[in-house]
C-alpha cells in the first residue's frame, strides 16, 4: 500500500513531501502508487487533518481517538514530566474515504503527517509499532537536517542525501 | 645520538603529552555548541557576503590567522615545546599535539614533498563540519573549513615559520578525504637589536 | 631569597614590560615601565642576547642549549625564552636556584591569560617597522596583569 509523507512547518508551510509505493523496483510487482487523481488530491487531505493535529496537540490523551492506547497515560502531550518522545506520536488522527492520516509531532512544533493508501479498498491496518518507529528515525533526520549551519528552519528540505534515508526508512518500517 | 634512531621516541612522547594535556589540563566545550557556533559564523557570513564564496574563504582565513596568532602563545604555554629543527618534527607537533589539545583529533600525515618541505594532513574526522551539508552554489567554490588554513598559517608564523596553507579537498565537496596542505616558503630569521648586525 | 625586577622582552626586542621592587620587605614598593627605556634594559637584553647566540651555537645538537640562568657575584638572572620568542626574565638574589618553573607560571597563568586571550588588545605591540629591533616604546599596561603578577610574586619578594 502507498504512503504520502509531509513534514509541515509552523505556520503550515510544507517542508518536505515523499510519495513511497511498495517494494519498487521488484520484478513482478506492479508499481502501487496512488492513483493520479488521488495523488493531486493528497496534500488537501493531509491539510484538512492539521486541524485535528492542533486540538489534538493539548488534549490530555490523545490517543483516545484512535482507539488503540499504545502505552501513552494522561498529562497533557506536551508535559514536562514526561521525558521520552513516545508522546510525539499521535497515531491515527483522521481519516478520507477509507484512507487513514497518522501524525507526529515534535517538540518543537514541527508537524509530521502521513495518509496511508490501501489497495483492495479495504480498511486501512495500520501497524502502530512500525509506524511510530519510522516517524522516530525521521525525526532524527530531521534534527539533523536542523543543525545543518546552511538550512534555515521552515525551509525547504531538498537535501538529496535526507529524501534517500527517509525512503529506506519507508522501506524498512512501511513497505516491508 | 643519531637523529634518525631519536625520531620515533620523540614522535611517541609528543603523542603522550598531546594526549595527556587534552585529557587534564584542556577545559571542554560541548561538541554540538562548538560545532553549531561556527556553522553559524560561516553562514552568516555567506549571507554578508552576498554568496561571494571566494570572500567567504579570504574572510575564514583571515579570521582564522587572528586566532593563530595567540593560540600559539596557549599551546606553547600549555606544551613548552621548543622550536622544531624540520618540518618533519613540526608536522608531528601539529598533529599529535596541536590539533590533539584544540580539536582531539590527529590528522594523517603524508604526501611529503621531495625536499621535505611540504606536507599533507588527512583530516579523517573534522568536529568544524559535523551535520555540515553545503548548499549546491557553495559546493564547488566555498572551502567550509578554511579557518583551519589560517589557525595553521598564523601559529606557524609566529615561531618564524613562514608558511602557505590551504585545502586540496574536502569531504564535503564530495571528495574521497580532507586534505589540507602545508609549505614551508622560508624560515624567518629572529630579529636582532639595532647595532648588533 | 628576593626578587629585585621582572621584565619581559617580545621577539622585536623590545621591553614591554619591566617592575622593579625596591625594598625587600615590601611587595607594593618599587616602579612599573619606568626603566624599559633606558641603558638597563638594552644591557639585560644585550648581555642575554650574546650569551643565549653563544650557547645555542656551542651546541647544535637538539634540544637546543637554552641559557636558563645567569648569576655574578651578587645577581642571579633567570630567564625563560618560549618558541614564540617571548623572554621572561627574573633577577633575584645569589641564593635562589631555579625560577624556571616561576617564569614558566608567569608566562602559562598570567601573561597567556591576561595579555594573550585579550582579543581587543593587539597581539603585537610593534605596530610597524620603525617599532621593530629593539625601537619599540609600547608597553604593557593592562592592571589586570599587573595586579595578578605582583600577587603571585609577593610572598616570594617578602621572604
Known amino acids: 500500500m502507498p504512503q504520502y509523507f509531509a513534514i509541515i512547518g509552523k505556520r503550515d508551510n510544507p517542508v518536505y513531501e515523499a510519495e513511497f509505493t511498495a517494494q519498487q ?101 495500520i501497524d502502530d509499532n512500525s509506524v511510530r518507529a519510522f516517524y522516530q528515525e525521521v525525526h532524527e533526520l530531521y534534527i539533523k537536517t536542523l543543525m545543518n549551519p546552511f538550512y534555515k528552519i521552515n525551509d525547504p528540505i531538498t537535501s538529496p542525501a535526507f529524501d534517500s534515508r527517509v525512503r529506506a526508512l519507508a522501506r524498512k518500517y512501511l513497505n516491508k | 645520538m643519531s637523529n634518525s634512531s631519536s625520531m620515533p621516541a620523540q614522535a611517541k612522547s609528543l603523542k603522550h603529552a598531546g594526549e595527556d594535556i587534552w585529557k587534564n589540563r584542556t577545559e571542554k566545550v560541548n561538541a554540538e555548541l562548538f560545532t553549531l557556533t561556527y556553522g553559524a559564523i560561516v553562514s552568516q557570513l555567506c549571507t554578508d557576503y552576498e554568496r561571494n564564496f571566494q570572500k567567504v574563504n579570504e574572510q575564514l582565513y583571515s579570521m582564522g590567522y587572528n586566532i593563530g596568532v595567540r593560540l600559539i602563545e596557549d599551546f606553547l604555554a600549555r606544551t613548552a615545546l621548543p622550536r622544531c629543527e624540520n618540518m618533519v618534527s613540526t608536522s608531528e607537533v601539529v598533529s599529535k599535539c596541536a590539533f590533539k589539545i584544540f580539536l582531539n583529533i590527529t590528522p594523517q600525515i603524508t604526501n611529503w614533498s621531495h625536499e621535505k618541505d611540504a606536507f599533507s594532513l588527512i583530516l579523517v574526522e573534522n568536529p568544524l563540519s559535523d551535520f555540515v551539508e553545503l548548499p549546491m552554489d557553495a559546493m564547488k567554490q566555498l572551502w567550509y573549513s578554511n579557518i583551519l588554513c589560517g589557525v595553521l598559517r598564523g601559529a606557524l608564523e609566529m615561531v618564524q615559520l613562514d608558511c602557505d596553507v590551504w585545502f586540496i579537498s574536502d569531504v564535503l565537496r564530495g571528495d574521497p578525504q580532507t586534505e589540507l596542505r602545508i609549505k614551508l616558503n622560508k624560515v624567518l630569521k629572529d630579529e636582532i637589536p639595532i647595532g648588533e648586525d | 631569597m628576593a626578587i629585585y625586577s621582572f621584565w619581559i622582552f617580545d621577539k622585536h626586542c623590545n621591553c614591554l614590560f619591566n617592575r622593579e621592587w625596591t625594598l625587600a620587605a615590601n611587595s607594593s614598593s618599587g616602579t612599573v615601565n619606568s626603566k624599559q627605556n633606558e641603558e638597563t634594559a638594552k644591557l639585560l637584553y644585550g648581555m642575554i642576547f650574546s650569551l643565549r647566540s653563544i650557547t645555542l651555537k656551542l651546541s647544535q645538537s637538539p634540544p637546543a642549549n637554552e641559557i636558563r640562568s645567569i648569576s655574578t657575584g651578587k645577581y642571579r638572572v633567570h630567564t625563560h625564552c618560549t618558541a614564540s620568542g617571548m623572554w621572561f626574565i627574573l633577577t633575584t638574589d645569589f641564593k635562589q636556584q631555579s625560577y624556571g618553573q616561576v617564569l614558566q607560571y608567569i608566562y602559562s597563568h598570567i601573561y597567556v591569560k591576561y595579555i594573550t586571550h585579550n582579543l581587543l588588545a593587539p597581539f603585537d605591540l610593534a605596530e610597524n617597522p620603525s617599532e621593530t629591533r629593539g625601537q619599540g616604546t609600547r608597553k604593557i599596561n593592562n592592571r589586570h596583569f599587573i595586579a595578578a603578577l605582583e600577587s603571585f610574586l609577593a610572598p616570594m619578594i617578602m621572604q
Open chain 1, 25 to 125: 523496483g521488484q520484478q513482478g510487482q506492479v508499481q502501487q502508487g496512488f492513483p493520479q487523481n488521488l495523488k493531486e488530491l493528497n496534500p488537501f487531505i493531509l491539510h484538512a487533518s492539521l486541524d485535528i493535529i492542533e486540538d489534538l496537540q493539548w488534549k490530555t490523551n490523545p490517543n483516545t481517538q484512535s482507539g488503540s492506547n499504545s502505552g501513552g497515560g494522561g498529562g497533557f502531550l506536551r508535559s514536562r514530566n514526561v521525558a521520552n518522545v513516545d508522546n510525539c506520536y499521535l497515531c491515527k488522527v483522521d481519516h478520507f474515504y477509507g484512507l487513514a492520516v497518522t501524525a507526529y509531532l515534535t517538540y518543537g512544533g514541527m508537524k509530521f503527517v502521513m495518509i496511508h493508501g490501501n489497495m483492495n479498498n479495504g480498511d486501512v491496518q
